[in-house]
């Protein structure tokens, strides 16, 4: 029964929290996935201290399928980028202007990579380090740097 119940309540948050995203008006958004989220931190609550523990975690669960949404509503998801972004920007190098060499390393492309080898370097990079993705800005913009540099240096 109680299995029954998990499953019943991760499926009722993860799909209300997936209608919100996806209908709700974009002006609307944000108040109502925080209501959704507040109450069902209420109800988990609620659940736990009558001892369904289980079904307090599907709850849970069921908001942190959609996590990122979640916490743009409640403005923490650029505070998380922003930590996650210092972390980066604390370990980038303060080398002057990218050359060649540094280029061919940041796209992991040999001396005489061809234009195609490059641009899909630079594609499969993108896909992981891209911030609309979560992806640093510092890091997207080197790669952006090096496929021009390199592109422009094969047009010579």
């Known amino acids: 029964m109680i299995l029954i119940l998990w499953i019943l309540g991760l499926l009722i948050v993860a799909l209300t929290v997936r209608m919100l995203i996806k209908k709700a008006p974009q002006n609307g958004k ?4 925080r209501l959704v989220v507040i109450v069902v931190l209420i109800v ?5 201290i009558k001892g369904l523990w289980p079904v307090a ?5 069921g908001l942190l399928v959609y996590g990122r949404p979640v916490l743009a509503a409640f403005g923490l998801w ?11 920007q604390q370990t980038k190098p303060d080398s002057g202007p990218m ?4 280029a061919r390393q ?3 492309v040999e001396e005489g990579a061809s234009k195609e080898d490059i641009l899909a370097a630079h594609r499969a990079l993108m896909a992981k380090n891209h911030p609309d993705k979560g992806g640093s800005t510092y890091l997207a913009s080197q790669i952006n740097q090096a496929k021009d540099l390199l592109l422009a240096d094969l047009d010579k």
């Open 44 to 48: 988990a609550a609620a659940m736990a």
């Open 106 to 108: 940041i796209l992991g």
């Open 57 to 61: 975690a599907s709850l849970v669960g």
């Open 99 to 102: 050359d060649l060499a540094m």
């Open 78 to 88: 650029r505070q998380w980028q922003s930590i996650k972004g210092n972390k980066t």
């Open 30 to 33: 944000p108040f109502l996935l």
